[in-house]
């Protein structure tokens, strides 16, 4: 049985064109120009593109959020943005979270105040947060700190409730509205003591040290980030073009019991069926512990990095 997820009011007063926040007479701050830009400074990152070209994407993200919104709430998709809308609720639904609340203001009920873009529950009937992007490359790090953010004050604001997960959901956009790039990603947490750092430099008007975190890592990554994904990309497409080829190759061979094929540039050779024998290592050792340590060695693992494509 469902629970029903009843979520309290911020109390905070969000004016939506001034994007400004007021609580009990006192204005706080949004976290994008804030917090999220002291850690990655726009600067940075959109540091080769010039300002009206920032300020006419940022319009057309605003457009296709809205439009989003405007859909989930009374039903209607904004005429000339069907497509961003159906790719939207699609992307939601992969991941089966279904919207219970949009522009859902969260705070810290000192200084900062921002809207989580979608508060959704899962098919566990956990909470989600879902921020929702329409740029043209999704940065994850900014993202992921941004919902950590919106995680750790969605808990302030309902002390009896917490947000299980947090997802962006990114669509790249033209300017007529067609869909050219998309996905919905599940992100990590940021630790605390990141935020808490964050905080503090902004407030008492210090520089925020990014690199006792990561060193120069979010720099170096940056640099490379979109070419690792294209590149991994490539070699799965091209993976699964060889394996095809090979395939077809194959059964041409066993047609014509063709065992052997050689010309200037490549050798294929036939493989026939035949029993493959393993070796059962496990057992092995469980059974025969003493011979099992008298024939291994140690060895020095080279140092590597694992990396997911998310």
């Known amino acids: 049985m469902e629970r029903k997820i009843i979520l309290k009011g911020s109390g905070v007063i969000y004016d939506v064109s001034n994007h400004t926040y007021h609580y009990q007479g006192k204005e706080l701050k949004g976290i994008t120009g804030t917090l999220i830009n002291l850690a990655y400074p726009k600067s940075k990152t959109y540091k080769d593109i010039p300002e009206e070209v920032l300020n006419h994407a940022a319009e057309r993200g605003s457009a296709c959020h809205q439009a989003v919104g405007n859909y989930y709430d009374v039903g209607i998709s904004s005429t000339g943005y069907e497509g961003i809308v159906d790719k939207a609720v699609e992307l ?17 009920y000192k200084n900062y105040a921002s809207p989580i873009d ?4 899962n098919a566990k009937d956990e909470i989600c947060i879902v921020d929702m992007k329409f740029t043209a490359k999704l940065h994850y790090p900014e993202v992921t ?13 309902n002390p009896k409730l917490k947000a299980k997960h947090q997802y962006v959901l990114w669509i790249h956009t033209n300017d007529d509205h ?5 996905g919905i990603f599940e992100l990590d947490t940021v630790d605390d003591a990141f935020i808490d750092d964050l905080i503090d430099c902004d407030t008492n008007d210090k520089k925020f040290d990014i690199a006792k975190y990561y060193g120069d890592l979010p720099a170096k990554v940056a640099d490379v980030e979109g070419y690792i994904v294209t590149l991994e990309k490539l070699i799965k497409e ?5 394996d095809n080829i090979k395939a077809g190759l194959c059964e041409l061979m066993n047609k014509y019991n063709i065992k052997q094929y050689s010309s ?3 050798q294929l050779t036939r493989v026939t069926p035949k029993p493959r024998i393993s070796f059962d290592q496990k057992r092995f050792k469980e059974e025969h512990a003493d011979l099992f340590e008298q024939y291994t060695k140690t060895t020095e693992v080279k140092p590597s990095i694992r990396l997911t494509i998310k």
């Open 178 to 182: 067609e869909v050219l790039d998309n």
């Open 145 to 157: 700190l941004q919902t950590s953010i919106y995680k750790r004050w969605f808990s302030v604001v």
């Open 118 to 121: 979608i508060v959704c529950v």
């Open 264 to 266: 200037a540039h490549i």
């Open 92 to 108: 939601l639904k992969s991941k089966e979270l279904t919207p219970i609340r949009f522009e859902y203001v969260v705070t810290d």
């Open 238 to 242: 091209k993976t699964e073009e060889m």
